[in-house]
């Protein structure tokens, strides 16, 4: 567990230092966030050597903040579409349901009661009956043949 924590803190070092390359080449190019130089100079009171230095660690915060939140982005729509995978997947599942718990509502209004057993239905009548249903449309027309 220590090596990979050493190793973990070492790639976050060279990390770090990449990002104070990019920043010393963003400066040399004379490419400046206006607002974090507008904190820095702020910062410094007023002192272009101070200001320079904070501007170099704002602007090194800066891309690691970037960083973080085009990963949390990223994170964000990979999990919207796990979810609409699912959702696209399951689908015909969800709706097959929904429509055994519609007929199943409508015989259980009028007294029946409906048991799955698998690949069939039981439906057991008030009186005492029972029918076997083998589909889903054969379970709607007999539901709606009793709710009339």
Partial sequence: MFDKFKRSSAAARLLEEA???Q???ELSQSKKRNGLWAKA????GGSEDKAKSLYIR???QSLKDESEMAEAIAEQEEHQRRQEEWQRKNAPIIERKKRVDAAEA???SKGY??????TFWVIKEPAGGRQRIGSLAELEEYAISRKR
């Fill in 113 to 118: 009661k409906l048991v799955s057993k698998g």
């Fill in 58 to 60: 704002y602007r090194v």
């Fill in 23 to 25: 920043v010393v080449n």
């Fill in 41 to 44: 100079l702020a910062d410094s």
């Fill in 106 to 108: 409508i015989l259980r």
């Fill in 19 to 21: 990002l104070y390359e």
